[in-house]
């Protein structure tokens, strides 16, 4: 994956909760069998209706999505984080996030900010009386700012140096090879196989 | 001080333990379906690396395919099922592929087949492997980078969630079942009250279920936001085990049994949050919204808006019910539906069948109605029983095993303002078809809506 250290760009505003992995990509476009070419899914049914935010001109181009509590609930569908990283997202801020898509965006790249619902509304205020503002994710300083705004998140070392040097957790896990066959030698021998 | 189920489960299972890290874990049993491995066997390739234990891993076809006899005619879902049979063979894995007797939806046949045993680490590239912790085993669902890394390396970094123990006091009253007993959980502790969580569900009630009632509930955890639920393993588990083709036997049984019996939260154990729930007080429960948090008894009104002090659940359930075509006040009884659709992870096993087949035994359906068996396993037993001509001489549809209708993928869809009762687990816009309404029930409520085309408590008959 890329690296992620800070990212500045404008932001979408997304004033809707629990926001499923079925809304971010229905699961007519989970047939594919390639890792590409799911921007054109992302909200696909929501970006039928001309209202819908992502279809409003001033945010085109945008790159940080700020959404409503309990983003990403649901199916653990992986390709939620690909359409949106493929549609040119690469920051999702709410004030909470599903345990699973929280999980597959910190393995793809995608950096998921949690912040207090307060300071989540003053973004999405600030974008939408500004939507060519911008919004800046520092993740080297675990801090989101937009202006006056300077707001703190938390997000575990592991994680942070992970993303910050872009590594594959395979590889990592790999390097423990031999702590996994010895664990292996150890299981209880009535564990069934499916052989 | 005592430790809980799942820290005890979870302790067993670390391979790796070092400060400032995620825990490195075992796993004891990889489950895989045709949607969310395609790309983790490419990377694997691209990788050059291989799969480390595929005797701990065993894929089948279940989200995406038909339901009717007959090849896959959407030629991209066809494409997905075999590129599954393609991979499964490359690498090694046991693959049940349509119409193979052991085929069907992925957290049925595990424990059908007596794969998922109480103290096992089960994972699986969907969310609802959540299942399987009705046997204390501790199973969760991954994406595809997960699925990948288990495959590579038989293992997934982890940090330990926080524990949650979900009390479930006195019993259930006659005509409620492990459904109304989960989406009244739900509506109790929101979509997102688990999250960071694993759930333990205990309490009279609990331990009353059976082994598919327990499956039920624990299905469903993950619509309260927690990744893992898990029910303490006792008699009752090791009756359902017992001669299951991957269960242990001879002393390995006796040996297996005295082990998962220690499989319990110790007395003094702590958990990180308590709730508190009373099964007496249950009715059968149904959704009204567009998540799983959003349902009320069946004798209760559509709420308004205004019911809600929260401003962020005030405009969800504006949404929700413009979504759901429903004026506020509406009593649920009088909410028509067009589709029944039973089937499932939740509601697909042979105790669901029964118990549909007990209501429309003699009736009639007056609606579009789906009866989908979870397995090919449950769907022969079903017609052992005769089932599926009692289901048949009612008007219902008898179909072969899949996820169906549940998440749409396959030919089984609502059409645009269509309106479903549906036993499945989630009522999300759109989940069930593009426009598609959806309200969760109970097998039972199911049935008796199928027979008047409204909203239907079984004691309305």
Redesign the interface.
Known sequence: MDAFTTHTGRAVPLRRSNVDTDQIIPAVWLKQVSRTGFENGLFSAWREDPAFVLNNPVYEGASILVSGPDFGTGSSREHAVWALQQYGFRVVISARFGDIFRNNSTKMGLLPVVLPDDVVERIQAAVEADPAAELTVDLVERQVRLGDLVSEFEIDDYTRWRLMEGLDDIGLTLRHADDIAKYENGRQQWLPTTV | MGRTLAEKVWEKHV??RAE???D?L?I??HLIHE??S??AF?GLRL?G?TV?R?????ATED??VPTVLGPIA?L??R??VE?LRKNTAEFG??LHPMGDAGQGVVHIIGPQF??T?PG?TVVC???HTSTHGAFGALA???????V??VL????L?A?R?KTMAIEVAGELPVGVTAKDLILAIIAQIG??GG??YIVEYRGEAVRKLSMEGRMTVCNMS??A???AGMIAPDETTFEYLRGRP???TGT??D??VE?WKSLRTDDDAEFDKVVHIDASTLTPFVTWG??PGQGAPIGSAVPSPEDFTDP??R??AE?ALEYMGLAAGTPLRDVEVDTVFVGSCTNGRIEDLRAAADILRGRTVVTRTLIVPGSMQVKKAAEEEGLHEVFKAAGAEWREAGCSMC???NPDTLQPGERSASTSN?N????QG?GGRTHLVSPQVAAATAVTGRLTAPADL
């Open positions: 391979v790796r400032g890290e995620p490195v075992y004891d049993l949607v969310t395609p790309q490419d990788s690396r480390r595929p005797d701990l891993t065993i989200h995406n959407d991209v879902s494409t997905q590129t894995i046991r007596g794969l045993q096992m590239g969907d969310s969760f669902g991954i994406g595809t980078s997960e990948e890394h590579a390396t038989q293992t970094p940090y969630p979509t997102g999250q960071g993950i619509e936001g927690a990744r991957h269960a242990p390995a049984w040996e297996a082990y567009t998540n962020v659940q405009s969800a949404r998440l749409g993928m989630r999300f816009e759109g989940r593009k």
